[in-house]
C-alpha cells in the first residue's frame, strides 16, 4: 500500500486520549487502531500481537543474516491531542506549494499563511496534506505510525535486504502522558529503539524537557450576595490572585529554545471552588524545582492570607531529561545521522520543547532518541504533513533497520 494512502487510512480512524480518564487505555475507540495495525502487520508476515489488556500492538522481523548487527526498535504513537477536535477528519492533499497563503475552509475563512506559519516556507515545492481547518489532521503520530508500517511492507517486499532483529510498537495515551506506563521492554528484547513522532526528517532528539503537572485547588465560602460583606470568599478571584503572582514571562508565549515555563492549561471553577490545571517544563531541572517552589511560595502566600488549607497545590512528575543517558551511547545517535546523510540530508539535533515516550523508555532502560516524520504544527486546526519529508521518513527508517 502506497504511504500515503496508509496514512490517510490511518488518520479517519478517531483515536484522541482523554488526559481526565483513568482506563487503560484513556479510550476505548484506539483500540479500533491498533485491530487494524495488527492485522496489517500479520498481512505483511510479521509476528505480532496486541497486549489486549493495554492497547499496545508489537510486532517483530528475525534477523535474516549472521553478520553481527543491533536489534532495533522503531516507536509510534497511536492516539491524537485533545487539544482540538479529532473526528470527522476531512484531509485534503495540495499539489506542489508555491508559497501562497492556503485556503482550509472558505466558508468559515480560516486559512494558513507563510507569515504566521513560516515552517510552510521550507515546505515550498512539495505536495502538502491538510486540515479542512474544523480539526486536527493526526499527523502527530499517525505519520510515525504509517511510516514505520511503510518500512515494514519494504522489509516484506525485499528479502534480500539484510538486517537484525527489529521490533516496532504502537502506543496509546503517549499525548496524555501514559504512552509507556505498560510498555513490555523485556519482551520488545531489542538493544535500543527510535521513537517517530517528531517534525523535520533531518532531526534526531535527545534532548528534552523535565516536565511536571500542577494541580491547584482553591476553596472559597459561597454566601448570597445581598448579606456577603465579611463572609464571602470567592475562589475564582483568589485562583486569578494565584495566577497573577506566577513569574510574568515564564510563560510559553514568551519563551523558546531552551526557556523553561509554566502553562495553565485549564481553569473550572464557580464561588466555592475552582480547580486550575497547570503543566511545568524545564530543561534545567534545578530551574524546574524552582518553578515548583514558586507555586508552593504563592499557595503559602494566599493561605496567610485568606486561611489555612485555602490554596491546595498538588505536583507530580511526569517526564525528565533523557540528555545524560543517550549521551552514554552515541552510536545511536550516529546510526541515525550517517543514514541521513546517505539521503542527502543534513542532520541536526535540537532540544525538544515537550517529551515524547523515548524519555521515559529511556530512563526505564531502553535508550530510545526521537526521529522526524515530517508533520507539522502539530495538536491543531493548522496542522498539516510535508508528503515528501514523509517519504524520506520512511526511506530513512529503512536504512536504519538494514545493513549495506
Known sequence: MDLIKRFVRYIMIDTQSDP???????TPKQFNLAKLLLEDLKALGVDAYMDEKHCIVYGRVKANTDESCPRIGFIAHM????????????????????????????????????????????????DLILTDGTTLLG???????????????????????????????????????????????????VDYAYTVDGSDVNGIEYENFNASSAKVIVKGVGIHTGSAKGKMLNSIQVAMEFQQMLPKFEDPSCTEGYEGFHHLDRIEGRVEETTMEYILRDHDRSLLDKKEADFLKAAEYLNHKYGQDTVKVEIKQTYANMKSIIEKHPEIIERAKAKMRELGLNPKSEAIRGGTDGAALTYAGLPCPNLGTGGRNFHGRYEYACVREMRLASALLLKIATID
Open 20 to 26: 481526565h480518564s483513568s482506563s487503560c487505555p484513556s
Open 139 to 189: 499527523a502527530d503520530d499517525k505519520a510515525g505510525v504509517a511510516e514505520i508500517m511503510d518500512m515494514m511492507e519494504e522489509l516484506s517486499k525485499h528479502p534480500e535486504l539484510k538486517h537484525g532483529d527489529i521490533a516496532v510498537a504502537f502506543t496509546p495515551d503517549e499525548e496524555v502522558g501514559r504512552g509507556t506506563e505498560n510498555f513490555d521492554i523485556a519482551a520488545f528484547d
Open 79 to 126: 492516539d491524537t491531542a485533545p487539544d482540538a477536535k479529532g473526528h470527522d477528519i476531512h484531509p485534503k492533499l495540495l499539489k506542489d506549494y508555491r508559497g501562497q497563503t492556503i485556503v482550509l475552509n472558505k466558508e468559515l475563512n480560516i486559512t494558513m499563511d507563510p507569515e504566521t506559519f513560516p515552517v510552510l516556507k521550507k515546505d515550498i515545492g512539495s
